[in-house]
């Protein structure tokens, strides 16, 4: 073994399995960091403190403060959050937890309202798929990656851990959650954790356009109840690890819809019980790793509008049920001292039912085949991965059986460089497709089983300049830029046929999208006072280009800001036994966009700023400690809509107590 | 480089991009006649319905003295009134020196001063869909149960005194009521039962304007939609088909007059299928061909069913179909919406809906099918009436 590193060392060459020798590879990754966490794409993370710091109260929360985000959000805490990453779409990106994936093959959508941060260690982001050995074919799909690690407990010194909470918050909010940890063995824990949340929703706006009267109101039926249990295991054995997570949600909320004219009040519900199993296991050896996943999920929605009060608008009442196996298989070898070869395969199967008129039952099943090829150096490393996807659908349309089957091979290069000791270079390629979803193929009428994968090609060039000083208050210094190019053709999208009753999904859409991404990091500390600085800065170009000579041709995406900014500024105290003090504030600025892509005056969205605020402590009383946060939203308090229509609440604040025992 | 200038660098950078960009788009164009100018004098209103959900109806105005197109008049001539016009604008109509807007989704009639738009008052009625007028009252058709109860009840008709601007009685009608005609003292309501897809009503629900009651029901088509009365005291009424099997179709009905409703005759006019159409004189302007069952619609083109547009006359006393198309180019619209005849010159508008989502279109043909001028409106321009409108 030592001859081998001596010999790769050599050449100037570093192993990459942490497996086969911890001791000597940690000493040889002071000046080469390993290939496996090099990251040849652009990517961010929030984690451990800088994550406990921010005054977020869901993932989504947290997820906007990335550059080349927009966080689709309808407001309030039952309101849909959905992430775009540089402007691609929503379905472009792929949602991870713990390594596999988030998936709805109903409709493609996650909302991300439902993850709460408490119980997750590290949220990143990767515009194209993350870097790693012994990833799921799945994990190579998306044309921007999201993965949330879950926590792993630290122990201390006693077995177990039990943590309560409670946070009360603005729109009478109370959540009240429950956490567990178990020492399992020597390698291995358990953590439970019950969280149950009530709140009534309802928070005053105000409605002003240019020229029109103000209006205040009360944002009503933005109740949200829900009850999540989640359990998680994990431990390490000889050189293989684990995890397992199980993890059901149930919730009910009111959706408080449009906010228009004569219409404040909506009556639309939904009900959610969704539920899934999922684990992993992985083994490393001298010049080999395997990894499997495994996961079943089960969901179930029932969606109720009745307009009995109101009059107008149709009464639905559906029910859709989803279930949804999934299996995956990863191995790597090392060919050759610098050149590593991972293999993956993943099967997925789903099934959609729902008790709506003329349904037509689809079940699909999907191959995904990744192949990956890892070559690297001292100063360099560079990628190329292949997945092929075949997709098989099938459905009865009354007494016809339905057989649609689509494939799409995708491949991705990427390279890095480390051109001095502070600069890196990367560069990424990156074909990707979003399959379309159950509905897009099948809804009652809208569906279209001829559709084809949406297309979507990324382009990014990056360099990350960091220094990270001996002396003096400032500890680190980080800079990072990436230029990029999109484009996405066969875009997915709702076309009406020649009457407005009857609505097709074509693939006839088509944009282009330039963009830089910007940020910078600083970070210092001084004795027991530590401080932060992440500005993050985007720009982008998201242009309509399905058909030159059309109206439309040419103009901004709708949702699609030029410019957008992010800031995050936060001081720590840390005084050990007498107490762990912090302040964040966090920045949040989203310039001129517009909601259509007539890009007309009427349709133009003012730009929006909101401003964050949270300060934390946390005491250790003994053996116990005592955690109290403050945050404060929208701190300037200012009225703005993310969606047209939808306005988001004014300034509120919540007050979160926790007892670690 | 040291941190201040780094610091700087990124200040610059954050201060340029807070800075707020009026004018991201250029300056879009109007549109405007060709040298023919319809000339004459009055005003064309058109209501852009909107997308649902976000409050984008919207009044735009042509005069057709001097060609000129205002957009969104509504909200520049009414600033006190809060959040404009509404969501989902679903009917436009002159009676009188009032004009009343349909805004289906914001459950309200907007009356507003014919001559200016000024806001006059709005009624409050769930579901608002068509207008029309008889006498002293105007009558608007509603997706909402008489009795409240929402949409799973069959709709009404709701009778308003023009002068006081109330509802002084209200009526039921069949599921989903749409478009009204007057004939003979009865009002004859065209109902689609839209919402109970697939099981459409397809009745002309008959009331009695004399006492404002139900006196029964016409059997036709499904999924009935627009409704309108010649001079010759028939019915024109068309069905949108089950967007399955049964395509669109056109239907004459000749009302039984004081016999028992069912009696009367309804005749399908072949050959003929209708989403919008208009009236003048005896010449009715259908424009169909709107929809193709699923199983034809091709996936590749995007434009299934567009190129099937038809524009045809038929005459309401032959009740012949006039040979050929009424205007020269069909393939220049790509979603016919909305059909308004001028009823002083042989002028017709017909708007663009384009692609339902962006700017629409109105488009003005003479009496040889030509083009004559061509204006961007708002998103889906449906609904047009004319005011003072003369030679």
Request: with cysteine; hydrophobic share 35%; proline share 4%.
């Amino acid at each position: 073994m030592h001859s081998l590193l001596a010999i790769s060392l050599a050449l100037g060459l570093s192993s990459s399995f942490p497996g086969t020798a911890p001791d000597s590879l940690e000493a040889s990754s002071v000046s080469a960091p390993r290939a496996e966490n090099i990251a040849a794409v652009p990517v961010q993370t929030l984690s451990g403190k800088e994550l406990r710091r921010l005054p977020a109260a869901n993932v989504a929360d947290a997820i906007r403060l990335f550059s080349g985000v927009q966080v689709k959000d309808y407001g309030g805490r039952g309101g849909l959050k959905t992430v775009n990453v540089r402007s691609l779409g929503t379905h472009h990106t792929a949602v991870f937890l713990d390594g596999i994936m988030i998936d709805n093959a109903q409709n493609g959508t996650i909302d991300l309202g439902r993850l709460s941060l408490d119980n997750l260690e590290a949220i990143s982001l990767y515009n194209g798929h993350k870097n790693g050995l012994l990833l799921s074919a799945k994990e190579y799909a998306g044309a921007a990656s999201v993965h949330f690690r879950t926590r792993v407990p630290s122990f201390g010194k006693g077995p177990c851990r039990l943590k309560l909470s409670y946070t009360f918050a603005s729109f009478a909010s109370h959540d009240a959650s429950v956490l567990m940890e178990n020492r399992l063995g020597r390698h291995s824990w358990s953590s439970l954790r019950l969280e149950g949340l009530k709140s009534g929703g309802a928070y005053p706006f105000s409605y002003s356009r240019d020229g029109g009267r103000d209006t205040t109101a009360l944002r009503c039926n933005a109740d949200l109840s829900c009850l999540k249990v989640e359990e998680s295991l994990g431990g390490a054995a000889g050189s293989g690890r684990w995890n397992a997570k199980a993890f059901l949600y149930v919730s009910d909320r009111g959706y408080p819809g449009a906010v228009v004219r004569g219409r404040i009040m909506h009556e639309d519900r939904q009900k959610d019980f969704d539920a899934f199993l999922q684990g992993g296991w992985e083994r490393r050896w001298e010049r080999s790793a395997v990894a499997v996943r495994g996961k079943y999920s089960c969901g179930k929605l029932r969606y109720i509008s009745d307009p009995t009060e109101e009059g107008g608008s149709m009464y639905v009442d559906n029910c859709f049920l989803q279930h949804e196996a999934y299996g995956s298989a990863s191995s790597a070898f090392n060919l050759l001292p610098w050149l590593e070869f991972s293999p993956a395969l993943d099967l997925q199967f789903n099934l959609l039912d729902s008790d709506m008129r003329m349904f037509v039952f689809p079940r699909r099943s999907a191959i995904y085949g990744a192949v990956n090829a890892t070559a690297h150096g001292r100063f360099f490393k560079a990628d190329l991965s292949l997945l092929e996807t075949a997709v098989f659908d099938m459905s009865t349309d009354g007494s016809n059986r339905i057989n649609s089957n689509r494939s799409r091979l995708t491949p991705s290069a990427d390279l890095w460089f480390q051109l001095s000791e502070n600069l890196q270079l990367r560069a990424f390629v990156k074909n990707s497709y979003r399959m379309p979803t159950l509905n897009d193929l099948y809804y009652t009428s809208t569906g279209n089983r001829s559709l084809n994968p949406e297309n979507a090609l990324q382009y990014d060039l990056g360099a990350e300049w960091e220094h990270r000083p001996e002396h003096g208050f400032l500890k680190e210094i980080s800079l990072s830029a990436d230029a990029y190019h999109n484009e996405v053709k066969d875009k997915i999208v709702a076309v009406p046929t020649a009457s407005q009753f009857q609505w097709m999904m074509l693939n006839v859409g088509r944009c282009r999208i330039p963009g830089v991404d910007a940020s910078m990091r600083l970070e210092g500390e001084r004795k027991h006072f530590s401080a932060g600085l992440l500005l993050r800065w985007s720009f982008q170009d998201a242009r309509e280009t399905a058909s030159p000579g059309s109206d439309n041709y040419g103009n901004f995406l709708p949702y699609a800001p030029r410019h957008s900014v992010s800031a995050v500024l936060n001081l720590g105290l840390d005084k050990g036994k007498a107490g762990d003090y912090s302040l964040c504030i966090s920045m949040l600025y989203t310039g001129d966009r517009y909601d259509s892509l007539s890009n007309s005056e009427e349709n133009h969205i003012a730009p929006w700023h909101s401003e964050d605020l949270a300060v934390k402590g946390l005491w250790h009383c003994g053996k116990k400690d005592l955690g109290a946060d403050f945050c404060l939203n929208n701190l300037l308090g200012r009225q703005y809509e993310i969606v047209r229509c939808y306005p988001m609440p004014r300034r509120n604040f919540s007050i979160r107590l926790s007892l670690w025992i | 480089m040291d941190i201040k200038r780094i610091l700087l660098i990124f200040s610059l950078l954050a201060g340029f991009s807070a800075c707020s960009e009026k004018s991201l788009a250029p300056e879009r164009e109007e549109g405007g006649f060709d040298e023919g100018m319809p000339g004459g004098s009055g005003l064309l209103y058109i209501l852009n319905e909107g997308c649902m959900g976000r409050n984008s109806a919207r009044l735009d105005v042509l005069d057709l003295g001097s060609g000129k197109l205002s957009t969104n008049v509504f909200p520049k001539v009414n600033p006190g009134v809060a959040m404009s016009l509404g969501d989902v604008g679903n009917d436009l109509k002159i009676y009188g020196s009032k004009m009343y807007a349909t805004i289906s989704c914001s459950n309200l009639v907007e009356v507003m001063d014919a001559a200016t738009a000024r806001h006059l008052g709005a009624i409050e009625i769930p579901g608002c869909r068509s207008l029309c007028f008889d006498g002293d009252y105007a009558y608007v058709s509603s997706f909402a149960g008489k009795e409240g109860g929402g949409t799973r009840a069959e709709g009404h008709v709701a009778k308003i005194d023009t002068l006081t601007l109330k509802v002084v009685a209200r009526c039921e009608a069949g599921y989903q009521p749409e478009d009204m005609a007057v004939s003979g003292g009865r009002l004859y309501v065209a109902n689609s039962g839209g919402y109970r897809a697939p099981d459409y009503d397809d009745r002309v629900s008959v009331i009695n304007l004399g006492n404002f009651s139900l006196e029964g029901h016409v059997r036709v088509a499904p999924n009935l939609h627009h409704l309108l009365a010649d001079r010759h005291g028939q019915l024109w009424v068309s069905s949108r088909g089950d967007l399955r099997t049964i395509p669109s179709s056109l239907h004459r009905i000749i009302p039984a007059g004081n016999e028992r409703p069912e009696n009367a005759k309804t005749i399908r006019i072949e050959g003929v299928s209708a989403t919008v159409m208009d009236l003048r004189g005896d010449s009715l302007h259908v424009i169909g061909g709107g929809y193709l069952p699923a199983s034809q619609t091709s996936a590749s083109g995007g434009t299934a069913g567009r190129e099937g547009s038809t524009y045809t006359i038929v005459d309401v006393r032959s009740c012949k179909v006039l040979e050929g198309s009424f205007i020269s180019r069909p393939e220049e619209i790509k979603l016919p919406y909305g059909i308004a005849a001028d009823p002083v010159s042989e002028l017709i508008f017909i708007t663009d809906a384009g692609d339902y989502v962006t700017s629409g279109k109105l488009l003005c043909f003479d009496g040889m099918g030509n083009e004559k001028g061509a204006f961007t409106l708002g998103e889906i321009p449906a609904h047009m009436a004319f005011w003072k409108r003369r030679p």
